[in-house]
């Protein structure tokens, strides 16, 4: 019995280790696009259903140009493939793959 207890507490804690997860998201500049005031300047933001978390581990610079009129992400809302778990009221990101290149 106690052997079935310890497989089920393991297995229950490699299931919760990895929460990261993919999923199509919204990537723009939160205060520009998203209306968020949380923060001063240009930040990176997700939004996800409905709701909107700056992002740590990718900054809106490393896309290109965040000004640019066409593809800046100050300037329009682009369609992206993410990995990484939301923590706390942030969006911690692992990869990011822009889908309206």
């Given amino acids: 019995m106690k052997q ?4 089920c507490v393991l297995l229950l804690a490699v299931s ?13 500049c939160g205060q520009c696009q998203f209306g968020m005031t949380s923060q001063d300047g240009c930040d990176l933001a997700v939004r996800i259903n ?3 978390y700056f992002v740590d581990g990718a900054d809106i610079d490393d ?5 640019d009129e066409h ?4 300037e329009v809302i682009r ?3 993410v990995e990484g778990e939301l923590i ?5 990101v692992s990869t990011v793959e822009l889908l309206d290149q």
Avoid at 4 to 7: C, D, K, Q, S
Avoid at 16 to 28: D, I, Y
Avoid at 71 to 74: D, I, K
């Fill in 50 to 52: 409905e709701e909107s």
């Fill in 71 to 74: 593809t800046g992400f100050c």
């Fill in 88 to 92: 706390g009221d942030r969006f911690k």
């Fill in 63 to 67: 896309f290109g140009d965040a000004h």
């Fill in 16 to 28: 919760c280790a990895n929460s990261s997860k993919k999923q199509t998201v919204e990537l723009s």
């Fill in 4 to 7: 079935i207890f310890l497989i």
């Fill in 79 to 81: 369609k992206a493939e």
